[in-house]
């Protein structure tokens, strides 16, 4: 049953000590039986680590609700005050699909896809991020910690800063920051730069990302770069606002997907996952967010072709492939998906018997227990990302494996390459050397697979989401960062 927004009143004009802004609110709507609609906390780390932060310190969230041309009034849920930003359809075709998935994202993603360059709408990104600033302004009390969410929002700072000097303004980019050879394709890239310099602190997952990053704002504003210090120049080019620039690694919340994976019910659910799909010797895993970033396509022809060359048999081996619909409004990801649709049938088509199967394939997203009893059934996790800012799932692996057994192929081009250093790395492009991987991680030493679990465990046990969270904040509130 979805729990209810409280009747605690609705947050006041100026309160709030803590925002977060995202263009999401980390809330869903559930229907009720009586039609009456609650809402219910989105699954996730940033809210799990976040969320004690919000009820300490008076916080507020500002984001879009999920609904379009719906005019929202503030809301209590679970201690958090919910601030919802309203978008119109046309914004969330021009802002959303357009500016913020079909340009910064293929941009961002290494060109995977082309980007497209649209002035209508950049002037839509503009607006909303206009109004998403105007929202977490009217929010804050005096002197306020503001912490603006990713690529969907890079000018908010600069507009926030603009309404309220008197704000600390953190910034953190979930996703890849590209180089500035590629960067440099996008007519916005000084306002894109200048949106971002006005805050306090900005983060990015990897150092390659922020180096990135520091190399375009030197190049296209002129900025002054002493890492981790970027310096801003007025219009008279006398030095300005002083940001920093750094990575910080986002991590999952470690100790629900732990106590998950030690639940008994749980533990036999992944048993029976096994047993539906026929025993097999090795059941191999992706799961992702049906996207061109995430080279399932790469992974299906790898496994295509080691099906076909015989080196796995259909009774030897089990791929689940989980494919969660995401933004099917975009044409790259309409095609995308008959793309994989088209593969996968033709695989299963060829190589499936009565009893077994070569790909099952599940186009849905499922709850996060359902999640975790596949980790546990998974011999193999297969993360074939062309370009990934982090890849949790990689991360969720691992955390479920309490029994130190199981193999991760990992592409090197994921951020979280750079900390879990003792996965089975990849460049999945090499399609050759993806398959050798594959059959590396399917023909695993227990002990060599226990001793390259055991390491990633110990980096993920102690870089949970919380200890992100805090590093962040902690750097933002002190102005340096505490090792
Ligand atoms: O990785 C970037 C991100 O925006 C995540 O925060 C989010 O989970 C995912 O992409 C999908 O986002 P959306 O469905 O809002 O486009």
């Given at each position: 049953m979805p729990k209810k927004s409280s009747a605690k009143p609705v947050p006041q004009p100026g309160s709030s000590d803590f925002i977060v802004v995202s263009n999401r609110l980390p809330v869903d709507r559930v229907s009720s039986e009586d039609s009456d609609a609650g809402w219910r906390r989105s699954p996730g780390g940033l809210v799990t680590a976040l969320a004690p932060v919000m009820a300490s310190r008076d916080g507020a969230w500002v984001g879009w609700h999920g609904a379009p041309d719906e005019v929202l009034e503030p809301f209590h849920h679970e201690n958090m005050d919910l601030i919802p930003v309203a978008l119109s359809a046309d914004e969330l075709e021009l802002y959303y699909e357009g500016f913020s998935n079909s340009t910064l994202w293929p941009l961002y993603h290494d060109v995977i896809a082309p980007p497209e360059f649209h002035r209508?709408?950049?002037?839509?990104?503009?607006?909303?991020?206009?109004?998403?600033?105007?929202?977490?302004?009217?929010?804050?009390?005096?002197?306020?910690?503001?912490?603006?969410?990713?690529?969907?929002?890079?000018?908010?700072?600069?507009?926030?800063?603009?309404?309220?000097?008197?704000?600390?303004?953190?910034?953190?980019?979930?996703?890849?920051?590209?180089?500035?050879?590629?960067?440099?394709?996008?007519?916005?890239?000084?306002?894109?730069?200048?949106?971002?310099?006005?805050?306090?602190?900005?983060?990015?997952?990897?150092?390659?990302?922020?180096?990135?990053?520091?190399?375009?704002?030197?190049?296209?504003?002129?900025?002054?770069?002493?890492?981790?210090?970027?310096?801003?120049?007025?219009?008279?080019?006398?030095?300005?606002?002083?940001?920093?620039?750094?990575?910080?690694?986002?991590?999952?919340?470690?100790?629900?997907?732990?106590?998950?994976?030690?639940?008994?019910?749980?533990?036999?659910?992944?048993?029976?996952?096994?047993?539906?799909?026929?025993?097999?010797?090795?059941?191999?895993?992706?799961?992702?967010?049906?996207?061109?970033?995430?080279?399932?396509?790469?992974?299906?022809?790898?496994?295509?072709?080691?099906?076909?060359?015989?080196?796995?048999?259909?009774?030897?081996?089990?791929?689940?492939?989980?494919?969660?619909?995401?933004?099917?409004?975009?044409?790259?990801?309409?095609?995308?998906?008959?793309?994989?649709?088209?593969?996968?049938?033709?695989?299963?088509?060829?190589?499936?018997?009565?009893?077994n199967t070569a790909v099952r394939y599940l186009h849905h997203s499922y709850p996060v227990e359902e999640m975790v009893a596949l980790y546990l059934a998974a011999d193999v996790m297969l993360v074939t990302a062309l370009r990934d800012g982090m890849n949790l799932v990689a991360k969720e692996y691992v955390a479920a494996r309490a029994s130190n057994t199981g193999a991760l192929v990992l592409s090197e081009f994921a951020g979280a390459a750079d900390q879990l250093k003792s996965a089975l790395l990849v460049n999945p492009h090499d399609i050759d050397g993806l398959k050798a991987t594959i059959m590396r991680a399917v023909h695993l030493p227990r002990t060599e697979a226990a001793r390259r679990m055991r390491a990633m465990r110990r980096q993920i046990v102690t870089h949970d989401v919380q200890r992100w969270s805090e590093d962040f904040l902690s750097t933002l509130q002190n102005g340096t960062r505490q090792e």
């Open positions: 209508t709408w950049w002037d839509a990104y503009r607006t909303v991020n206009q109004r998403f600033a105007e929202a977490a302004a009217g929010a804050a009390a005096q002197g306020a910690t503001v912490w603006v969410q990713d690529y969907q929002l890079q000018l908010v700072p600069r507009l926030l800063r603009r309404l309220r000097p008197d704000l600390r303004i953190g910034f953190f980019n979930h996703i890849p920051f590209p180089p500035p050879e590629i960067f440099a394709q996008l007519p916005w890239r000084r306002e894109i730069i200048s949106g971002l310099l006005d805050a306090d602190l900005i983060g990015f997952q990897r150092a390659s990302d922020t180096a990135n990053f520091l190399r375009s704002a030197r190049r296209f504003v002129g900025a002054g770069v002493k890492a981790p210090r970027v310096q801003l120049k007025d219009d008279d080019g006398n030095p300005a606002h002083i940001a920093q620039a750094a990575p910080f690694p986002i991590s999952i919340d470690v100790a629900q997907i732990q106590e998950l994976a030690a639940r008994p019910d749980v533990i036999a659910r992944a048993k029976q996952i096994r047993e539906d799909l026929g025993n097999p010797k090795t059941i191999l895993l992706g799961v992702d967010r049906l996207d061109y970033t995430k080279g399932i396509t790469h992974r299906l022809k790898a496994y295509g072709e080691l099906l076909t060359d015989g080196t796995l048999t259909v009774e030897d081996a089990a791929l689940i492939q989980v494919a969660s619909p995401s933004r099917e409004g975009v044409e790259s990801y309409r095609l995308l998906r008959d793309e994989v649709d088209g593969m996968v049938g033709r695989l299963n088509g060829q190589f499936d018997t009565i009893q």
